[in-house]
């Protein structure tokens, strides 16, 4: 069956950076797109960005450029998300999720990144 | 404020139906038949209800249905059930090649 697992919550320092991950089982990693999005407290759903597990490809929301990197890799099945430069309004839930038929199929459990002096 | 607009609430009895609404543009909603909709439950990660448009995936209750016209999409839901009751996204392929999300819409089953 299909799993994505996820990092441990975390606690950051303004101006620090975080990186989540991801592993991925239960089918062929390489062969479905990998989005992040995240939820701040009592908010929607924000689109961060896409990794290509195949080739490393990505993609960044524009809001993200500059502050996010994307990165996968192939021997543990596994992406991850780094976002530098933290700020308290980056306090968030951060999903992994697999795309299929463009949309987004399987959810990773998230992960608490807390940002706070 | 998000690309999508969903109303913020909407509420029914057990037995109702209700939709939901996502209006877009021509860029993302219109342009495309990449409409998706999950729904969440409180402190869980959202699950996909809707694909493209108006299909559901495996094990998907047929209560759920989605269709669009224009730049707008929605979601129905028939013979509302005390565990309907969550919030519901819905998201579209953009012009831009990225995905964009509603607000979010709550669903209170009265």
């Known amino acids: 069956q299909v799993q994505l697992v996820q990092s441990g919550a975390e606690v950051k320092k303004p101006g620090a950076s975080v990186k989540v991950s991801c592993k991925a089982s239960?089918?062929?990693?390489?062969?479905?797109?990998m989005h992040w999005v995240r939820q701040a407290p009592g908010q929607g759903l924000e689109w961060m960005g896409i990794?290509?597990?195949?080739?490393?490809?990505?993609s960044y929301a524009q809001k993200f450029q500059g502050r996010v990197t994307m990165t996968r890799d192939t021997s543990t099945s596994t992406v991850y998300m780094e976002l530098s430069s933290l700020r308290s309004e980056d306090t968030a839930v951060y999903y992994c999720?697999?795309?299929?038929?463009?949309?987004?199929?399987?959810w990773g459990q998230g992960t608490l990144v807390t940002v706070s002096s | 404020q998000s690309a999508l607009t969903q109303p913020a609430s909407v509420s029914g009895s057990p037995g109702q139906s209700i939709t939901i609404s996502c209006t877009g543009t021509?860029?993302?909603?219109?342009?495309?038949?990449?409409v998706s909709w999950y729904q969440q439950h409180p402190g869980k990660a959202p699950k996909l209800m809707i694909y493209?448009?108006?299909n559901r995936p495996s094990g998907v209750s047929n209560r759920f249905s989605g269709s669009k016209s224009g730049n707008t999409a929605s979601l129905t839901i028939s013979g509302l059930q005390a565990e309907d009751e969550a919030d519901y996204y819905c998201?579209?392929?953009?012009?831009?090649?990225?995905?964009?999300f509603g607000g979010g819409t709550k669903l209170t089953v009265l």
């Open positions: 999720a697999r795309e299929w038929n463009e949309s987004l199929d399987y």
């Open positions: 239960g089918y062929t990693f390489t062969s479905y797109y």
């Open positions: 998201s579209s392929y953009t012009s831009s090649s990225t995905l964009s």
């Open positions: 021509s860029s993302d909603v219109g342009g495309y038949n990449y």
């Open positions: 990794i290509n597990p195949s080739g490393g490809s990505t």
């Open positions: 493209d448009v108006s």
